[in-house]
């Protein structure tokens, strides 16, 4: 016994596969294959689930920064900046500002007939906006020129076209919130607009409700002296909050400036939060799985008592037993989670295939795009997430065998062999 250890591995393995001999052997193989299963199937379900939670997260904030700025510099109560052009000048002193443009922003009515329907309206700056955002950057050869100083022109989200049932061409009224006071009392600003084009963010949230104009247009509508803002592009969006802080320390005037992840905060941290909890609930399945070893290992404990017996008289040490029941639990654990890996990493590589035949083969729409934002389903997986999901799960498997390997050390040759 002085090479016990792997001995105790070989002994080990051997009790894993629980031989056909007997009908309670073959059970106690069965409760084993499905310690194994459970173990394999929550880490699978972890991966794949936080895999398409990491994948929803980055496909949304991407569909969302090609329609919106990483950094928004503005003057406070929706009032023109005092002076735009010193506001580009210092905000572009920043390295990591890779564009800027000025911007009107503002909300209205727009109509078509009977249909009436809510919008986001941004007065732009049709040179400078292809600079910060890639959806104006897409379209910087074909509607952007349209947008020209007097023309009225709008650029409608695809969405928003369609439930207002215009198209390239059509005119549409823009109704302003602020009404001309006439001796007849307030009457809406009301203005016509030639649609001159529209666009796909990919993102339904502003795709739905967002339209474009000229900055100089904007002005006019909504009676301001200029721009009330200016949006930033950076080379990381990342560094959006750090980049905010060096501004507030650069620029001139009493402006507010907000990052997309500030603009965007409930959201992402609604998310975060989910994620969370979804790992904490599928880790208790996990878990579960993980102490099914117990049940499984106590099963085999007491079939082997024999065993057990004979290896003690042999001269085998009340630790030797404990390791090779050790052994036992640890192996179900590892095969059960490389197993889980394997399954998850490849439900989670291939979502984008799966997702789309299970839609076809039940008629379902998993992902409405009105609800969801988006219509795909991704998936991201990040090792950030993979290892600690194997990690959890081989502690807890490794925990779970303590108990019963300790009952196996403390068993009494005589007491198990009385019978025998």
Known sequence: MSQAWPYEMLLGWRYTRAGRATRRNGFISFISGASMLGIALGVAALIVVLSVMNGFRKEVAGRMLSVIAHIEVFAPDGAALPDPRLTLSEVRRNPEVVGAAPFIGAQGLLARGETMKGAMLRGIDPALEPEVTDVAAQLKDTALKKLTPGSFGILLGSDLARSLGVIEGDQVTLMAPSGQVTPAGVVPRLKQMTVVGTFNSGHYEYDSALAMLNVDDAARIFRLEGPTGVRLKLRDPNEAPEVTQQL?????????????????????????????????????????????????????????????????????????????????????????????????????????????????????????????????????????????????????????????????????????????
């Open 248 to 420: 507030a320390g650069t620029l001139s005037g009493n402006l507010l400036i907000l990052d997309w992840t500030q603009q965007n905060r409930t959201w992402f941290s609604a998310v975060q939060l989910e994620k969370r909890m979804m790992f904490i609930i599928l880790t208790l399945i996990v878990a579960v799985a993980a102490f099914n070893l117990v049940s499984t290992l106590v099963m085999t404990v007491q079939d082997k008592r024999a065993d057990i017996a004979i290896l003690r008289t042999l001269g085998a040490s009340p630790a030797s037993i404990m390791k090779t029941f050790v052994v036992q639990g640890a192996l179900v654990g590892v095969i059960g989670t490389l197993g889980g890996l394997a399954l998850g990493l490849l439900i989670a590589f291939n979502i984008d295939v799966i997702v789309p035949f299970l839609e076809r083969l039940f008629h379902a729409s998993f992902l409405p795009k009105d609800v969801y934002l988006i219509s795909r389903m991704p998936s991201d997986p990040q090792a950030g997430d993979i290892v600690p999901i194997a990690v959890i799960s081989l502690l807890l498997s490794f925990v779970a065998t303590i108990y019963p390997s300790w009952r196996a050390s403390r068993v009494n040759p005589a007491e198990a062999l009385r019978y025998e």
